[in-house]
């Protein structure tokens, strides 16, 4: 007999009673309460973020790729919510700090890919009064770190009573003030430095820490991680987890398996757009590890309690080993034994390719910052769907506490909004713009901001050059899908509106953006040259970066 059988005979033997028997029952305080062994509230929604590095909005069967071979990402897409519009920032460490942050890049400072490099001193200044004379603007410097300061989504979940892992790159944070167990991680698998592990293949050679030992010779990284976080599952099984597992995969050095890229070599894409063998077989053992995931949560019956989050942290990689790169060039055994066998399976190709989007990683462009996102929410979400509504990283925090049903912290200040009435009924969200920002430039692209509103994207270069000539660019995104058309001449009344807009984030967030240099000296040495390349000191700290 269940709970409301069992309560229902209780009321009818209770109501058979004479009418001051039954009085009497009742002043003494029997039949006001529930059996003692009624049903206990349900178990509170384990939550699984899978992020895959540098994967792009077209790296997927499930996103149009006739190339790629994705079975579990697609199966996947069958029981989630896919979203269309979704968006990272154009570099990994930036978007991982908003995801765990809840903030806009310009707001936590950690602008750019330099969270392997040693963390800045207490005091720094992150904008200097002046630069080089060749410059004529300032660069803004990125923290090499997430800040301590922040009240992070996995210290909210902890607080709350999840039990909290990260288990693969982090890339937020060289030395051990910034590592994840600082930020609110009960268990933390990583390594150091982690732009990409030296090797994907054991031993993997990380210089200043690694907190996992070898495995045994050969064994590859993303296989490992896996095993990582199943074992984390497995030993969580009992009560609410949030498990960030965020693989090194598909970035750079490129380490995969041969047997895998000989599957491709002879395998011809009908759209004639990618070709890269040794990109497929990267994402084929990142789409091994997801299945692996998906199957232990269905083996440990978890799936119908966990919220399951598949993302990536910026736009796919579409100039790395290309003639025109020039780091490709780079000297050094190492390095030419890596350009050797990218040569001897993908030539010339880039690693991947995102049309019909414009450009890629570290740019503005939407190859550069539109990413493939999928929630599944067993009971919630209606298996199959779609969304075209505008997300992104800054929206994960305050939607992964609403959905699991956590406040949020008051200390905290997030730009981001809860997008679970999406997840739930497909509603339409309540958003007037989101902002891309980008201080820096990359690979010769001007640093800027953007701002997308409805169907319009605006993008605001900080500088102009030979790639940028226009300080502003205006498309529509749902007619030019691919950044073709630049409306800005023909729409002044639009980048005015969409401009006043961008003056009302910057201002704010309080960002650092470039700004004229009192030192610059037109004729300088140099000059000309965009982003921080003009900058001695940082074109040595670029030549370590990733």
């Given amino acids: 007999m269940n709970a409301t059988a069992r309560c229902i005979h209780f009321m009818s033997t209770m109501n058979r009673l004479p009418p001051f028997l039954f009085a009497l029952l009742l002043s003494l305080g ?33 996103y149009g790729s006739k190339y790629y071979e994705t079975p579990n990402m697609d199966r996947f897409a069958q029981r989630a919510m896919r979203f269309t519009d979704a968006y990272a920032t154009p570099l990994c460490s930036p978007t ?10 310009a707001r936590h400072g950690t602008t750019t890919a330099s969270g392997h490099m040693p963390p800045q001193p207490p005091g720094h200044v992150f904008l200097p009064e002046t630069a080089p004379a060749n410059r004529a603007v300032i660069t803004p410097e990125s923290k090499n770190y997430l800040d301590p300061a922040e009240y ?70 993303t296989d490992r991680l896996t095993d990582e976080a199943i074992q984390f599952i497995e030993s969580n099984r009992e009560r609410p987890f949030f498990l960030d597992l965020w693989h090194h995969g598909v970035h750079g050095p490129w380490g995969h398996k041969p047997e895998y890229t000989k599957q491709f ?48 942290d910026n736009g796919g990689n579409t100039h790395s080993n290309t003639p025109e790169d020039s780091r490709a060039k780079a000297v050094g055994k190492l390095a030419e034994e890596r350009l050797k066998d990218w040569r001897k399976w993908a030539g010339d190709e880039p690693p991947t390719n995102n049309t019909p989007l414009r450009d890629g990683k ?21 298996p199959g769907t779609v969304s075209g509504e505008v997300v992104g990283a800054v929206d994960l925090y305050p939607t992964i506490l609403d959905a699991v049903g956590v406040q949020r912290p008051g200390q905290q200040k997030l730009d981001g909004v809860s997008y679970v ?73 639009k980048v005015k509106e969409l401009d006043m807009l961008i003056d009302g984030f910057l201002k704010d967030t309080n960002a650092t953006y470039p700004r004229p240099n009192p030192a610059y000296r037109p004729g300088a040495a140099g000059e000309g040259k965009a982003g921080a390349a003009g900058d001695p000191a940082a074109k040595k700290k670029k030549k370590k970066a990733e």
């Fill in 96 to 105: 991982r700090a908003t995801i765990l942050s809840g903030k806009y890049t």
């Fill in 265 to 312: 070599m002879a395998k011809k894409d009908p759209t004639g757009r990618q070709h890269n063998p040794i990109m497929a077989s990267m994402l084929k053992s990142v789409d091994e590890s997801f299945g692996r995931i998906l199957d232990t949560l269905d083996r440990l019956k978890l799936t119908e309690n966990t919220i399951v989050i598949f993302y990536s």
């Fill in 152 to 221: 992070t989504l996995a210290e909210a979940l902890r607080d709350a009573g999840w039990r909290t892992g990260h288990i693969g790159k982090w890339h937020l944070g060289l030395t051990e003030p910034y590592w994840p167990e600082k930020h609110g991680f009960d268990h933390a698998v990583h390594a150091h430095p982690d732009p990409g592990p030296p090797s994907y293949f054991s031993p993997y050679g990380f210089r200043e820490f690694q907190s996992y030992q070898d495995g045994p010779p050969g064994e590859y990284i």
């Fill in 362 to 382: 570290g740019t503005l462009y939407e190859g550069g910052v539109r990413v493939p996102l999928m929630w599944s929410w067993p009971g919630v979400v209606k």
């Fill in 421 to 493: 009435p999406v997840l739930k009924t497909g509603a339409k969200l309540n958003r007037t713009a989101y902002f891309q920002y980008f201080p820096h430039g990359n690979a010769g692209k001007a640093p800027g901001v953007t701002v997308r509103s409805g169907d319009f994207k605006l993008i605001r270069w900080f500088e102009t050059n030979a790639k940028a000539p226009e300080k502003y660019e205006l498309y529509n995104l749902r007619e030019d899908l691919g950044e073709s058309r630049n409306l800005a001449g023909k729409m002044p009344a």
């Fill in 30 to 62: 029997y039949g006001l309460t529930a059996p003692a062994h009624a049903a206990a509230p349900a178990r509170k929604p384990n939550v699984l973020m899978f992020l895959v590095d540098d994967m792009g909005w077209m790296d997927c069967g499930v």
